[in-house]
């Protein structure tokens, strides 16, 4: 699997991988605002370490940050 880099082009997962992670812990909640990005394509402009060393990016257009198991590097 490639890893996601500051810069590199991603799309965000499908609704059901998105609807999935809504019954996960509610830190690791999609908010309401990402679920319109489901399938949509950005690029990554940001970069944080999150709870338990997880990645977060941040999306050109997209609102709130995104855990690397949401996003697939195209």
């Known amino acids: 699997m ?3 880099h500051l810069g590199a082009r991603v799309r965000v997962v499908g609704t059901e991988a998105l609807r ?3 019954r996960g812990s509610v830190d ?3 908010e309401p605002a990402q ?3 489901a399938d949509r394509r950005s ?3 940001g970069f944080q370490r999150g709870d338990g ?3 977060l990016f941040t999306l050109a ?3 709130g ?3 690397e198991e949401w996003l697939e590097p195209i």
């Open 43 to 45: 690029s990554v402009v």
């Open 28 to 30: 690791h909640r999609p």
């Open 20 to 22: 999935e992670a809504l």
């Open 35 to 37: 679920m319109l990005w």
């Open 53 to 55: 060393g997880r990645s």
């Open 65 to 67: 940050l995104w855990p």
């Open 2 to 4: 490639k890893r996601i």
């Open 61 to 63: 257009d997209a609102p």
